[in-house]
């Protein structure tokens, strides 16, 4: 849910789901079924997708003002609304940086339920289609639409207990493209990671990049041990799956998002004069180095930059 959200004044197009690619055999059967299914295609793009962020509201100021300082980029003007479908009242602000939306939440009231726990906002096109996607994809929809200030707002839950919001705006704005897009990282158990990989590739349209058995536990926190990861693509943008077995050490699992930029070093260093704690020291893994941070008001995130 957010202040951002845009329509394509025509409608959508309905299209016929795209056939999953998938690098392991364990995805396909749900995603045999739900390719003959006519879905639409309802992503606008990466920009336009948030990360969720509920503090305190004696720590909202200090968390927005640190995400700017690490990140750069710019901030809507803060305001408190209802944004949910019973009444409740919550400080909202949304922060653009060059390397992904965060949506901050600061409620005064109690939280209702199942909000506060829902990761991502994904911004779609048309939220009837989008409902009717999600649900022939076998996504359960937690919370129907229900009416915003400014759109409509619903949440749905994916196979495996993953719960992402679903939000459309009446006005549209205008974000520029992001100097890199962020991953929205996502811990699954063995048993249900099919089932999730297929549902999801089948409602964004995307498709898994890569299916690694084997990759290195050190990005999990359990140097010397492999895992699997999953890296899918869509218009909605990137999404990790970490398939574990749940025995994870801290702060691992507790990331939602992982922000690529031009140079760790100086990040951290931006981050740490801006009150930033280091979880993770910065380890190389995969073509890439990185570092798990939490941010003033408890947001943990991981960050990274590519080496060659």
Not at 35 to 45: L, M
Not at 133 to 141: C, K, M, Y
Not at 242 to 253: A, R
């Amino acid at each position: 849910m957010r202040f951002n959200k845009i329509i394509d004044g025509k409608g959508v197009a309905l299209v016929l789901t795209l056939c999953v690619t998938v690098g392991s055999p364990h995805v396909g059967t749900f995603a045999q079924s739900a390719q003959t299914d006519i879905t639409a295609a309802v992503a606008v793009a990466p920009q336009y997708d948030t990360t969720h962020v509920y503090v305190a509201p004696e720590q909202f100021d200090a968390f927005v003002s640190s995400l700017l300082a690490t990140f750069g980029g710019t901030a809507t003007k803060e305001g408190v609304f209802t944004v949910t479908p019973t009444p409740s009242s919550t400080m909202s602000q949304l922060v653009l940086t060059p390397v992904g939306s965060i949506s901050v939440f600061g409620f005064k009231t109690p939280v209702p339920y199942p909000f506060g726990v829902e990761r991502t906002g994904y911004l779609v096109a048309d939220m009837d289609a989008a409902i009717n996607a999600a649900r022939v994809a076998g996504a359960d929809v937690l919370v129907t639409p229900f009416n915003d200030p400014i759109g409509r707002d619903a949440i749905i839950q994916w196979p495996g207990g993953v719960n992402t919001q679903l939000y459309w705006h009446t006005t549209a704005p205008s974000y520029k493209a992001l100097q890199t897009i962020p991953e929205n990282r996502v811990y699954v158990s063995p048993d249900r990671a099919a089932a999730f990989v297929a549902s999801y590739v089948a409602f964004s349209h995307g498709r898994v990049i890569s299916d690694d058995g084997h990759t290195p536990g050190i990005e999990i926190g359990k140097p010397g041990e492999t895992y699997r990861r999953i890296r899918i693509e869509s218009s909605f943008g990137k999404l990790v799956v970490f398939v574990t077995d749940g025995h994870l050490p801290y702060p691992y699992g507790r990331e939602v998002t992982g922000y690529g930029v031009p140079n760790l070093t100086d990040t951290l260093t931006k981050a740490k004069a801006a009150g930033v704690e280091i979880l993770v020291a910065p380890y190389t893994a995969d073509q890439r180095t990185s570092a798990v941070v939490q941010f003033p008001g408890g947001y943990i995130a991981e960050i990274h930059s590519i080496t060659n």
